[in-house]
């Protein structure tokens, strides 16, 4: 395979951490040209650029080498951990960013009697997690159904399609809305910088170890 002189970036094109990923890499000193089919951002001072897509591609892209590293939440990062296939090659979470904080959860209807996670035997969770959840519920003892939805996670229950959820929870303004009760966190998340676990030992690699210096400078100073 040819090898780029480049460092290639992955990011969320648009969505939660957008923003705030590009304003990091701005404050690491890196500056970026928008190309006009906004896929990849051309790097205008050091050499890295960007690929912006969706968060969910981000681990099978750097898995593959088609970019070195990516930010994306840890939810993420941690789901391909547990559902991609042996063959691929496992990733490493590099930093921690500071933002896109949520937690993954367990949320039961609001009366239904909660206690412990062996209540949850037999019934069936809906979610877009079923690596992290199928490995919280293995943990746990427990035998459970796990209804795999790709998104609008929170209906589910009242739909009849599932009993419960486990989804993505930040102020818990969607569980409220939707007469949920969390009851049990199962991962703390944020946005991380991933990478492989064996970073290049070529000017990549150079320009990633600087990147991690700048990038523990500004979040430093901003903690
Ligand atoms: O298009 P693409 O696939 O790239 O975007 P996406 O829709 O999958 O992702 P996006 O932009 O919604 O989220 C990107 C990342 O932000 C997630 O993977 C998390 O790491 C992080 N993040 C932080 C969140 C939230 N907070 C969050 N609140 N992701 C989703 N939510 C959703 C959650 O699923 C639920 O529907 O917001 C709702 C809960 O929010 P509260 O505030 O009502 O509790
Ligand atoms: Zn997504």
């Given at each position: 395979m040819k090898t780029r002189d480049r460092l290639r970036i992955a990011m969320q094109k648009s969505g939660r951490l957008t923003e705030p990923a590009l304003e990091l890499l701005k404050r690491c000193g890196l500056t970026f040209r928008q190309s006009r089919d906004k896929l990849f951002c051309f790097g205008e001072g050091e050499p890295v650029d960007l690929l912006l897509v969706r968060d969910d591609d981000i681990p099978g892209l750097i898995a593959q080498g088609v970019c070195d590293l990516g930010i994306v939440g840890r939810n993420v990062l941690d789901e391909f951990a547990l559902t991609a296939g042996r063959d691929v090659a496992p990733l490493a979470e590099w930093r921690a960013l500071g933002f896109g904080r949520c937690r993954l959860s367990i949320a039961v209807p609001q009366e239904m009697d909660y206690r412990a996670p062996s209540d949850l035997a037999g019934l069936r969770i809906a979610t877009s997690y079923?690596?992290?959840?199928?490995?919280?519920?293995?943990?746990?003892?427990?035998?459970?159904?796990?209804?795999?939805?790709?998104?609008?996670?929170?209906?589910?229950?009242?739909?009849?399609?599932?009993?419960?959820?486990?989804?993505?929870?930040?102020?818990?303004?969607?569980?409220?809305?939707?007469?949920?009760?969390?009851?049990?966190?199962?991962?703390?998340?944020?946005?991380?910088?991933?990478?492989?676990?064996?970073?290049?030992?070529?000017?990549?690699?150079?320009?990633?170890?600087?990147?991690?210096?700048?990038?523990?400078?500004?979040?430093?100073?901003?903690?």
């Amino acid at each position: 395979m040819k090898t780029r002189d480049r460092l290639r970036i992955a990011m969320q094109k648009s969505g939660r951490l957008t923003e705030p990923a590009l304003e990091l890499l701005k404050r690491c000193g890196l500056t970026f040209r928008q190309s006009r089919d906004k896929l990849f951002c051309f790097g205008e001072g050091e050499p890295v650029d960007l690929l912006l897509v969706r968060d969910d591609d981000i681990p099978g892209l750097i898995a593959q080498g088609v970019c070195d590293l990516g930010i994306v939440g840890r939810n993420v990062l941690d789901e391909f951990a547990l559902t991609a296939g042996r063959d691929v090659a496992p990733l490493a979470e590099w930093r921690a960013l500071g933002f896109g904080r949520c937690r993954l959860s367990i949320a039961v209807p609001q009366e239904m009697d909660y206690r412990a996670p062996s209540d949850l035997a037999g019934l069936r969770i809906a979610t877009s997690y079923p690596g992290l959840l199928g490995a919280w519920l293995r943990g746990q003892g427990v035998g459970a159904g796990v209804v795999t939805l790709a998104g609008s996670v929170e209906i589910a229950p009242r739909l009849g399609t599932a009993d419960l959820i486990c989804d993505l929870v930040q102020s818990g303004g969607t569980l409220a809305a939707n007469q949920l009760r969390e009851t049990e966190v199962l991962l703390e998340s944020e946005a991380v910088l991933a990478g492989p676990q064996t970073l290049p030992a070529d000017e990549r690699g150079d320009m990633i170890e600087l990147l991690f210096r700048r990038l523990d400078g500004v979040i430093q100073v901003r903690e």
